[in-house]
Structure formats: structure tokens, C-alpha cells
């Protein structure tokens, strides 16, 4: 069983940047995917960024060229930097993980979230 921790939401003003930072509780043996989704209240949950166990990443149009996700080496930790936050980022920031379980099925954990705040 593997726990995600996130930890960098805070408040900011637009144009500000944030670190979010994603640690998992245990090495993942066969992991396919770390990354960032959110939620804005009202709306559905929605993917911000992955990064498969291949390093392939893929982005929502919307923060490509502002957002970036890398990982540590040991694939303990999954960060999100956030440049030129706007204000339609707020949101709470969820991390997402999925893998192969010993049993060969695939498996999903979440983290709580972190809420991001970007004020006009």
C-alpha cells in the first residue's frame, strides 16, 4: 500500500511561481505513472501533467510552458514547478500514481491535495 504526501500549496500573487512536491511512501517496483491533477471548485477534476516510468510527459494545453514536472532518481518524489501562475490555476492539486500491483493488476493512489491560491 503506498502513500502520496504533497506538500507547496500556498497563496500567490499572479505571475508568482510555486514547487509542489509529491513524495511516495515506498519505492514502486513497477510503476507506469506519476503526476498532477486538480480540482477547481465547481468543476471536474482535470490532468495537469504526467510523467510515465519511460520519462515521457505530457501536459494540459493550458500550463504547458509554464508548468514542469521532473522526479527524483529513485522515483521517491514527483515535483511540479509552477511559473506565471494565473488566476484560473487555483485549485486543489491532487498526486496521482499508478502501478502494477505483485498480483499483476493495475492499481491507483491518490494524494490529499494541496490547494494552490493565485490572486489577480
Known amino acids: 500500500q503506498v502513500t502520496l504526501v504533497e506538500s507547496g500549496g500556498n497563496l500567490v500573487q499572479a505571475g508568482g511561481s510555486l514547487t509542489l512536491s509529491c513524495a511516495a511512501s515506498?519505492?514502486?517496483?513497477?510503476?507506469?505513472?506519476m503526476g498532477w491533477f486538480r480540482q477547481a471548485p465547481g468543476l471536474e477534476r482535470e490532468l495537469v501533467g504526467t510523467i510515465t516510468s519511460g520519462d515521457d510527459i505530457k501536459y494540459v494545453d493550458s500550463v504547458k510552458g509554464r508548468f514542469t514536472i521532473s522526479r527524483d532518481y529513485n522515483w521517491n518524489t514527483v515535483y511540479l514547478q509552477m511559473n506565471n501562475l494565473k488566476p484560473e490555476d487555483t485549485a486543489v492539486y491532487y498526486c496521482?500514481?499508478?502501478?502494477?500491483?505483485?498480483?499483476?493488476?493495475?492499481?491507483?493512489?491518490w494524494g490529499q491535495g494541496t490547494q494552490v491560491t493565485v490572486s489577480s
Open positions: 515506498v519505492r514502486i517496483s513497477r510503476l507506469i505513472s
Open positions: 496521482n500514481l499508478r502501478g502494477i500491483s505483485d498480483r499483476m493488476e493495475m492499481y491507483e493512489a
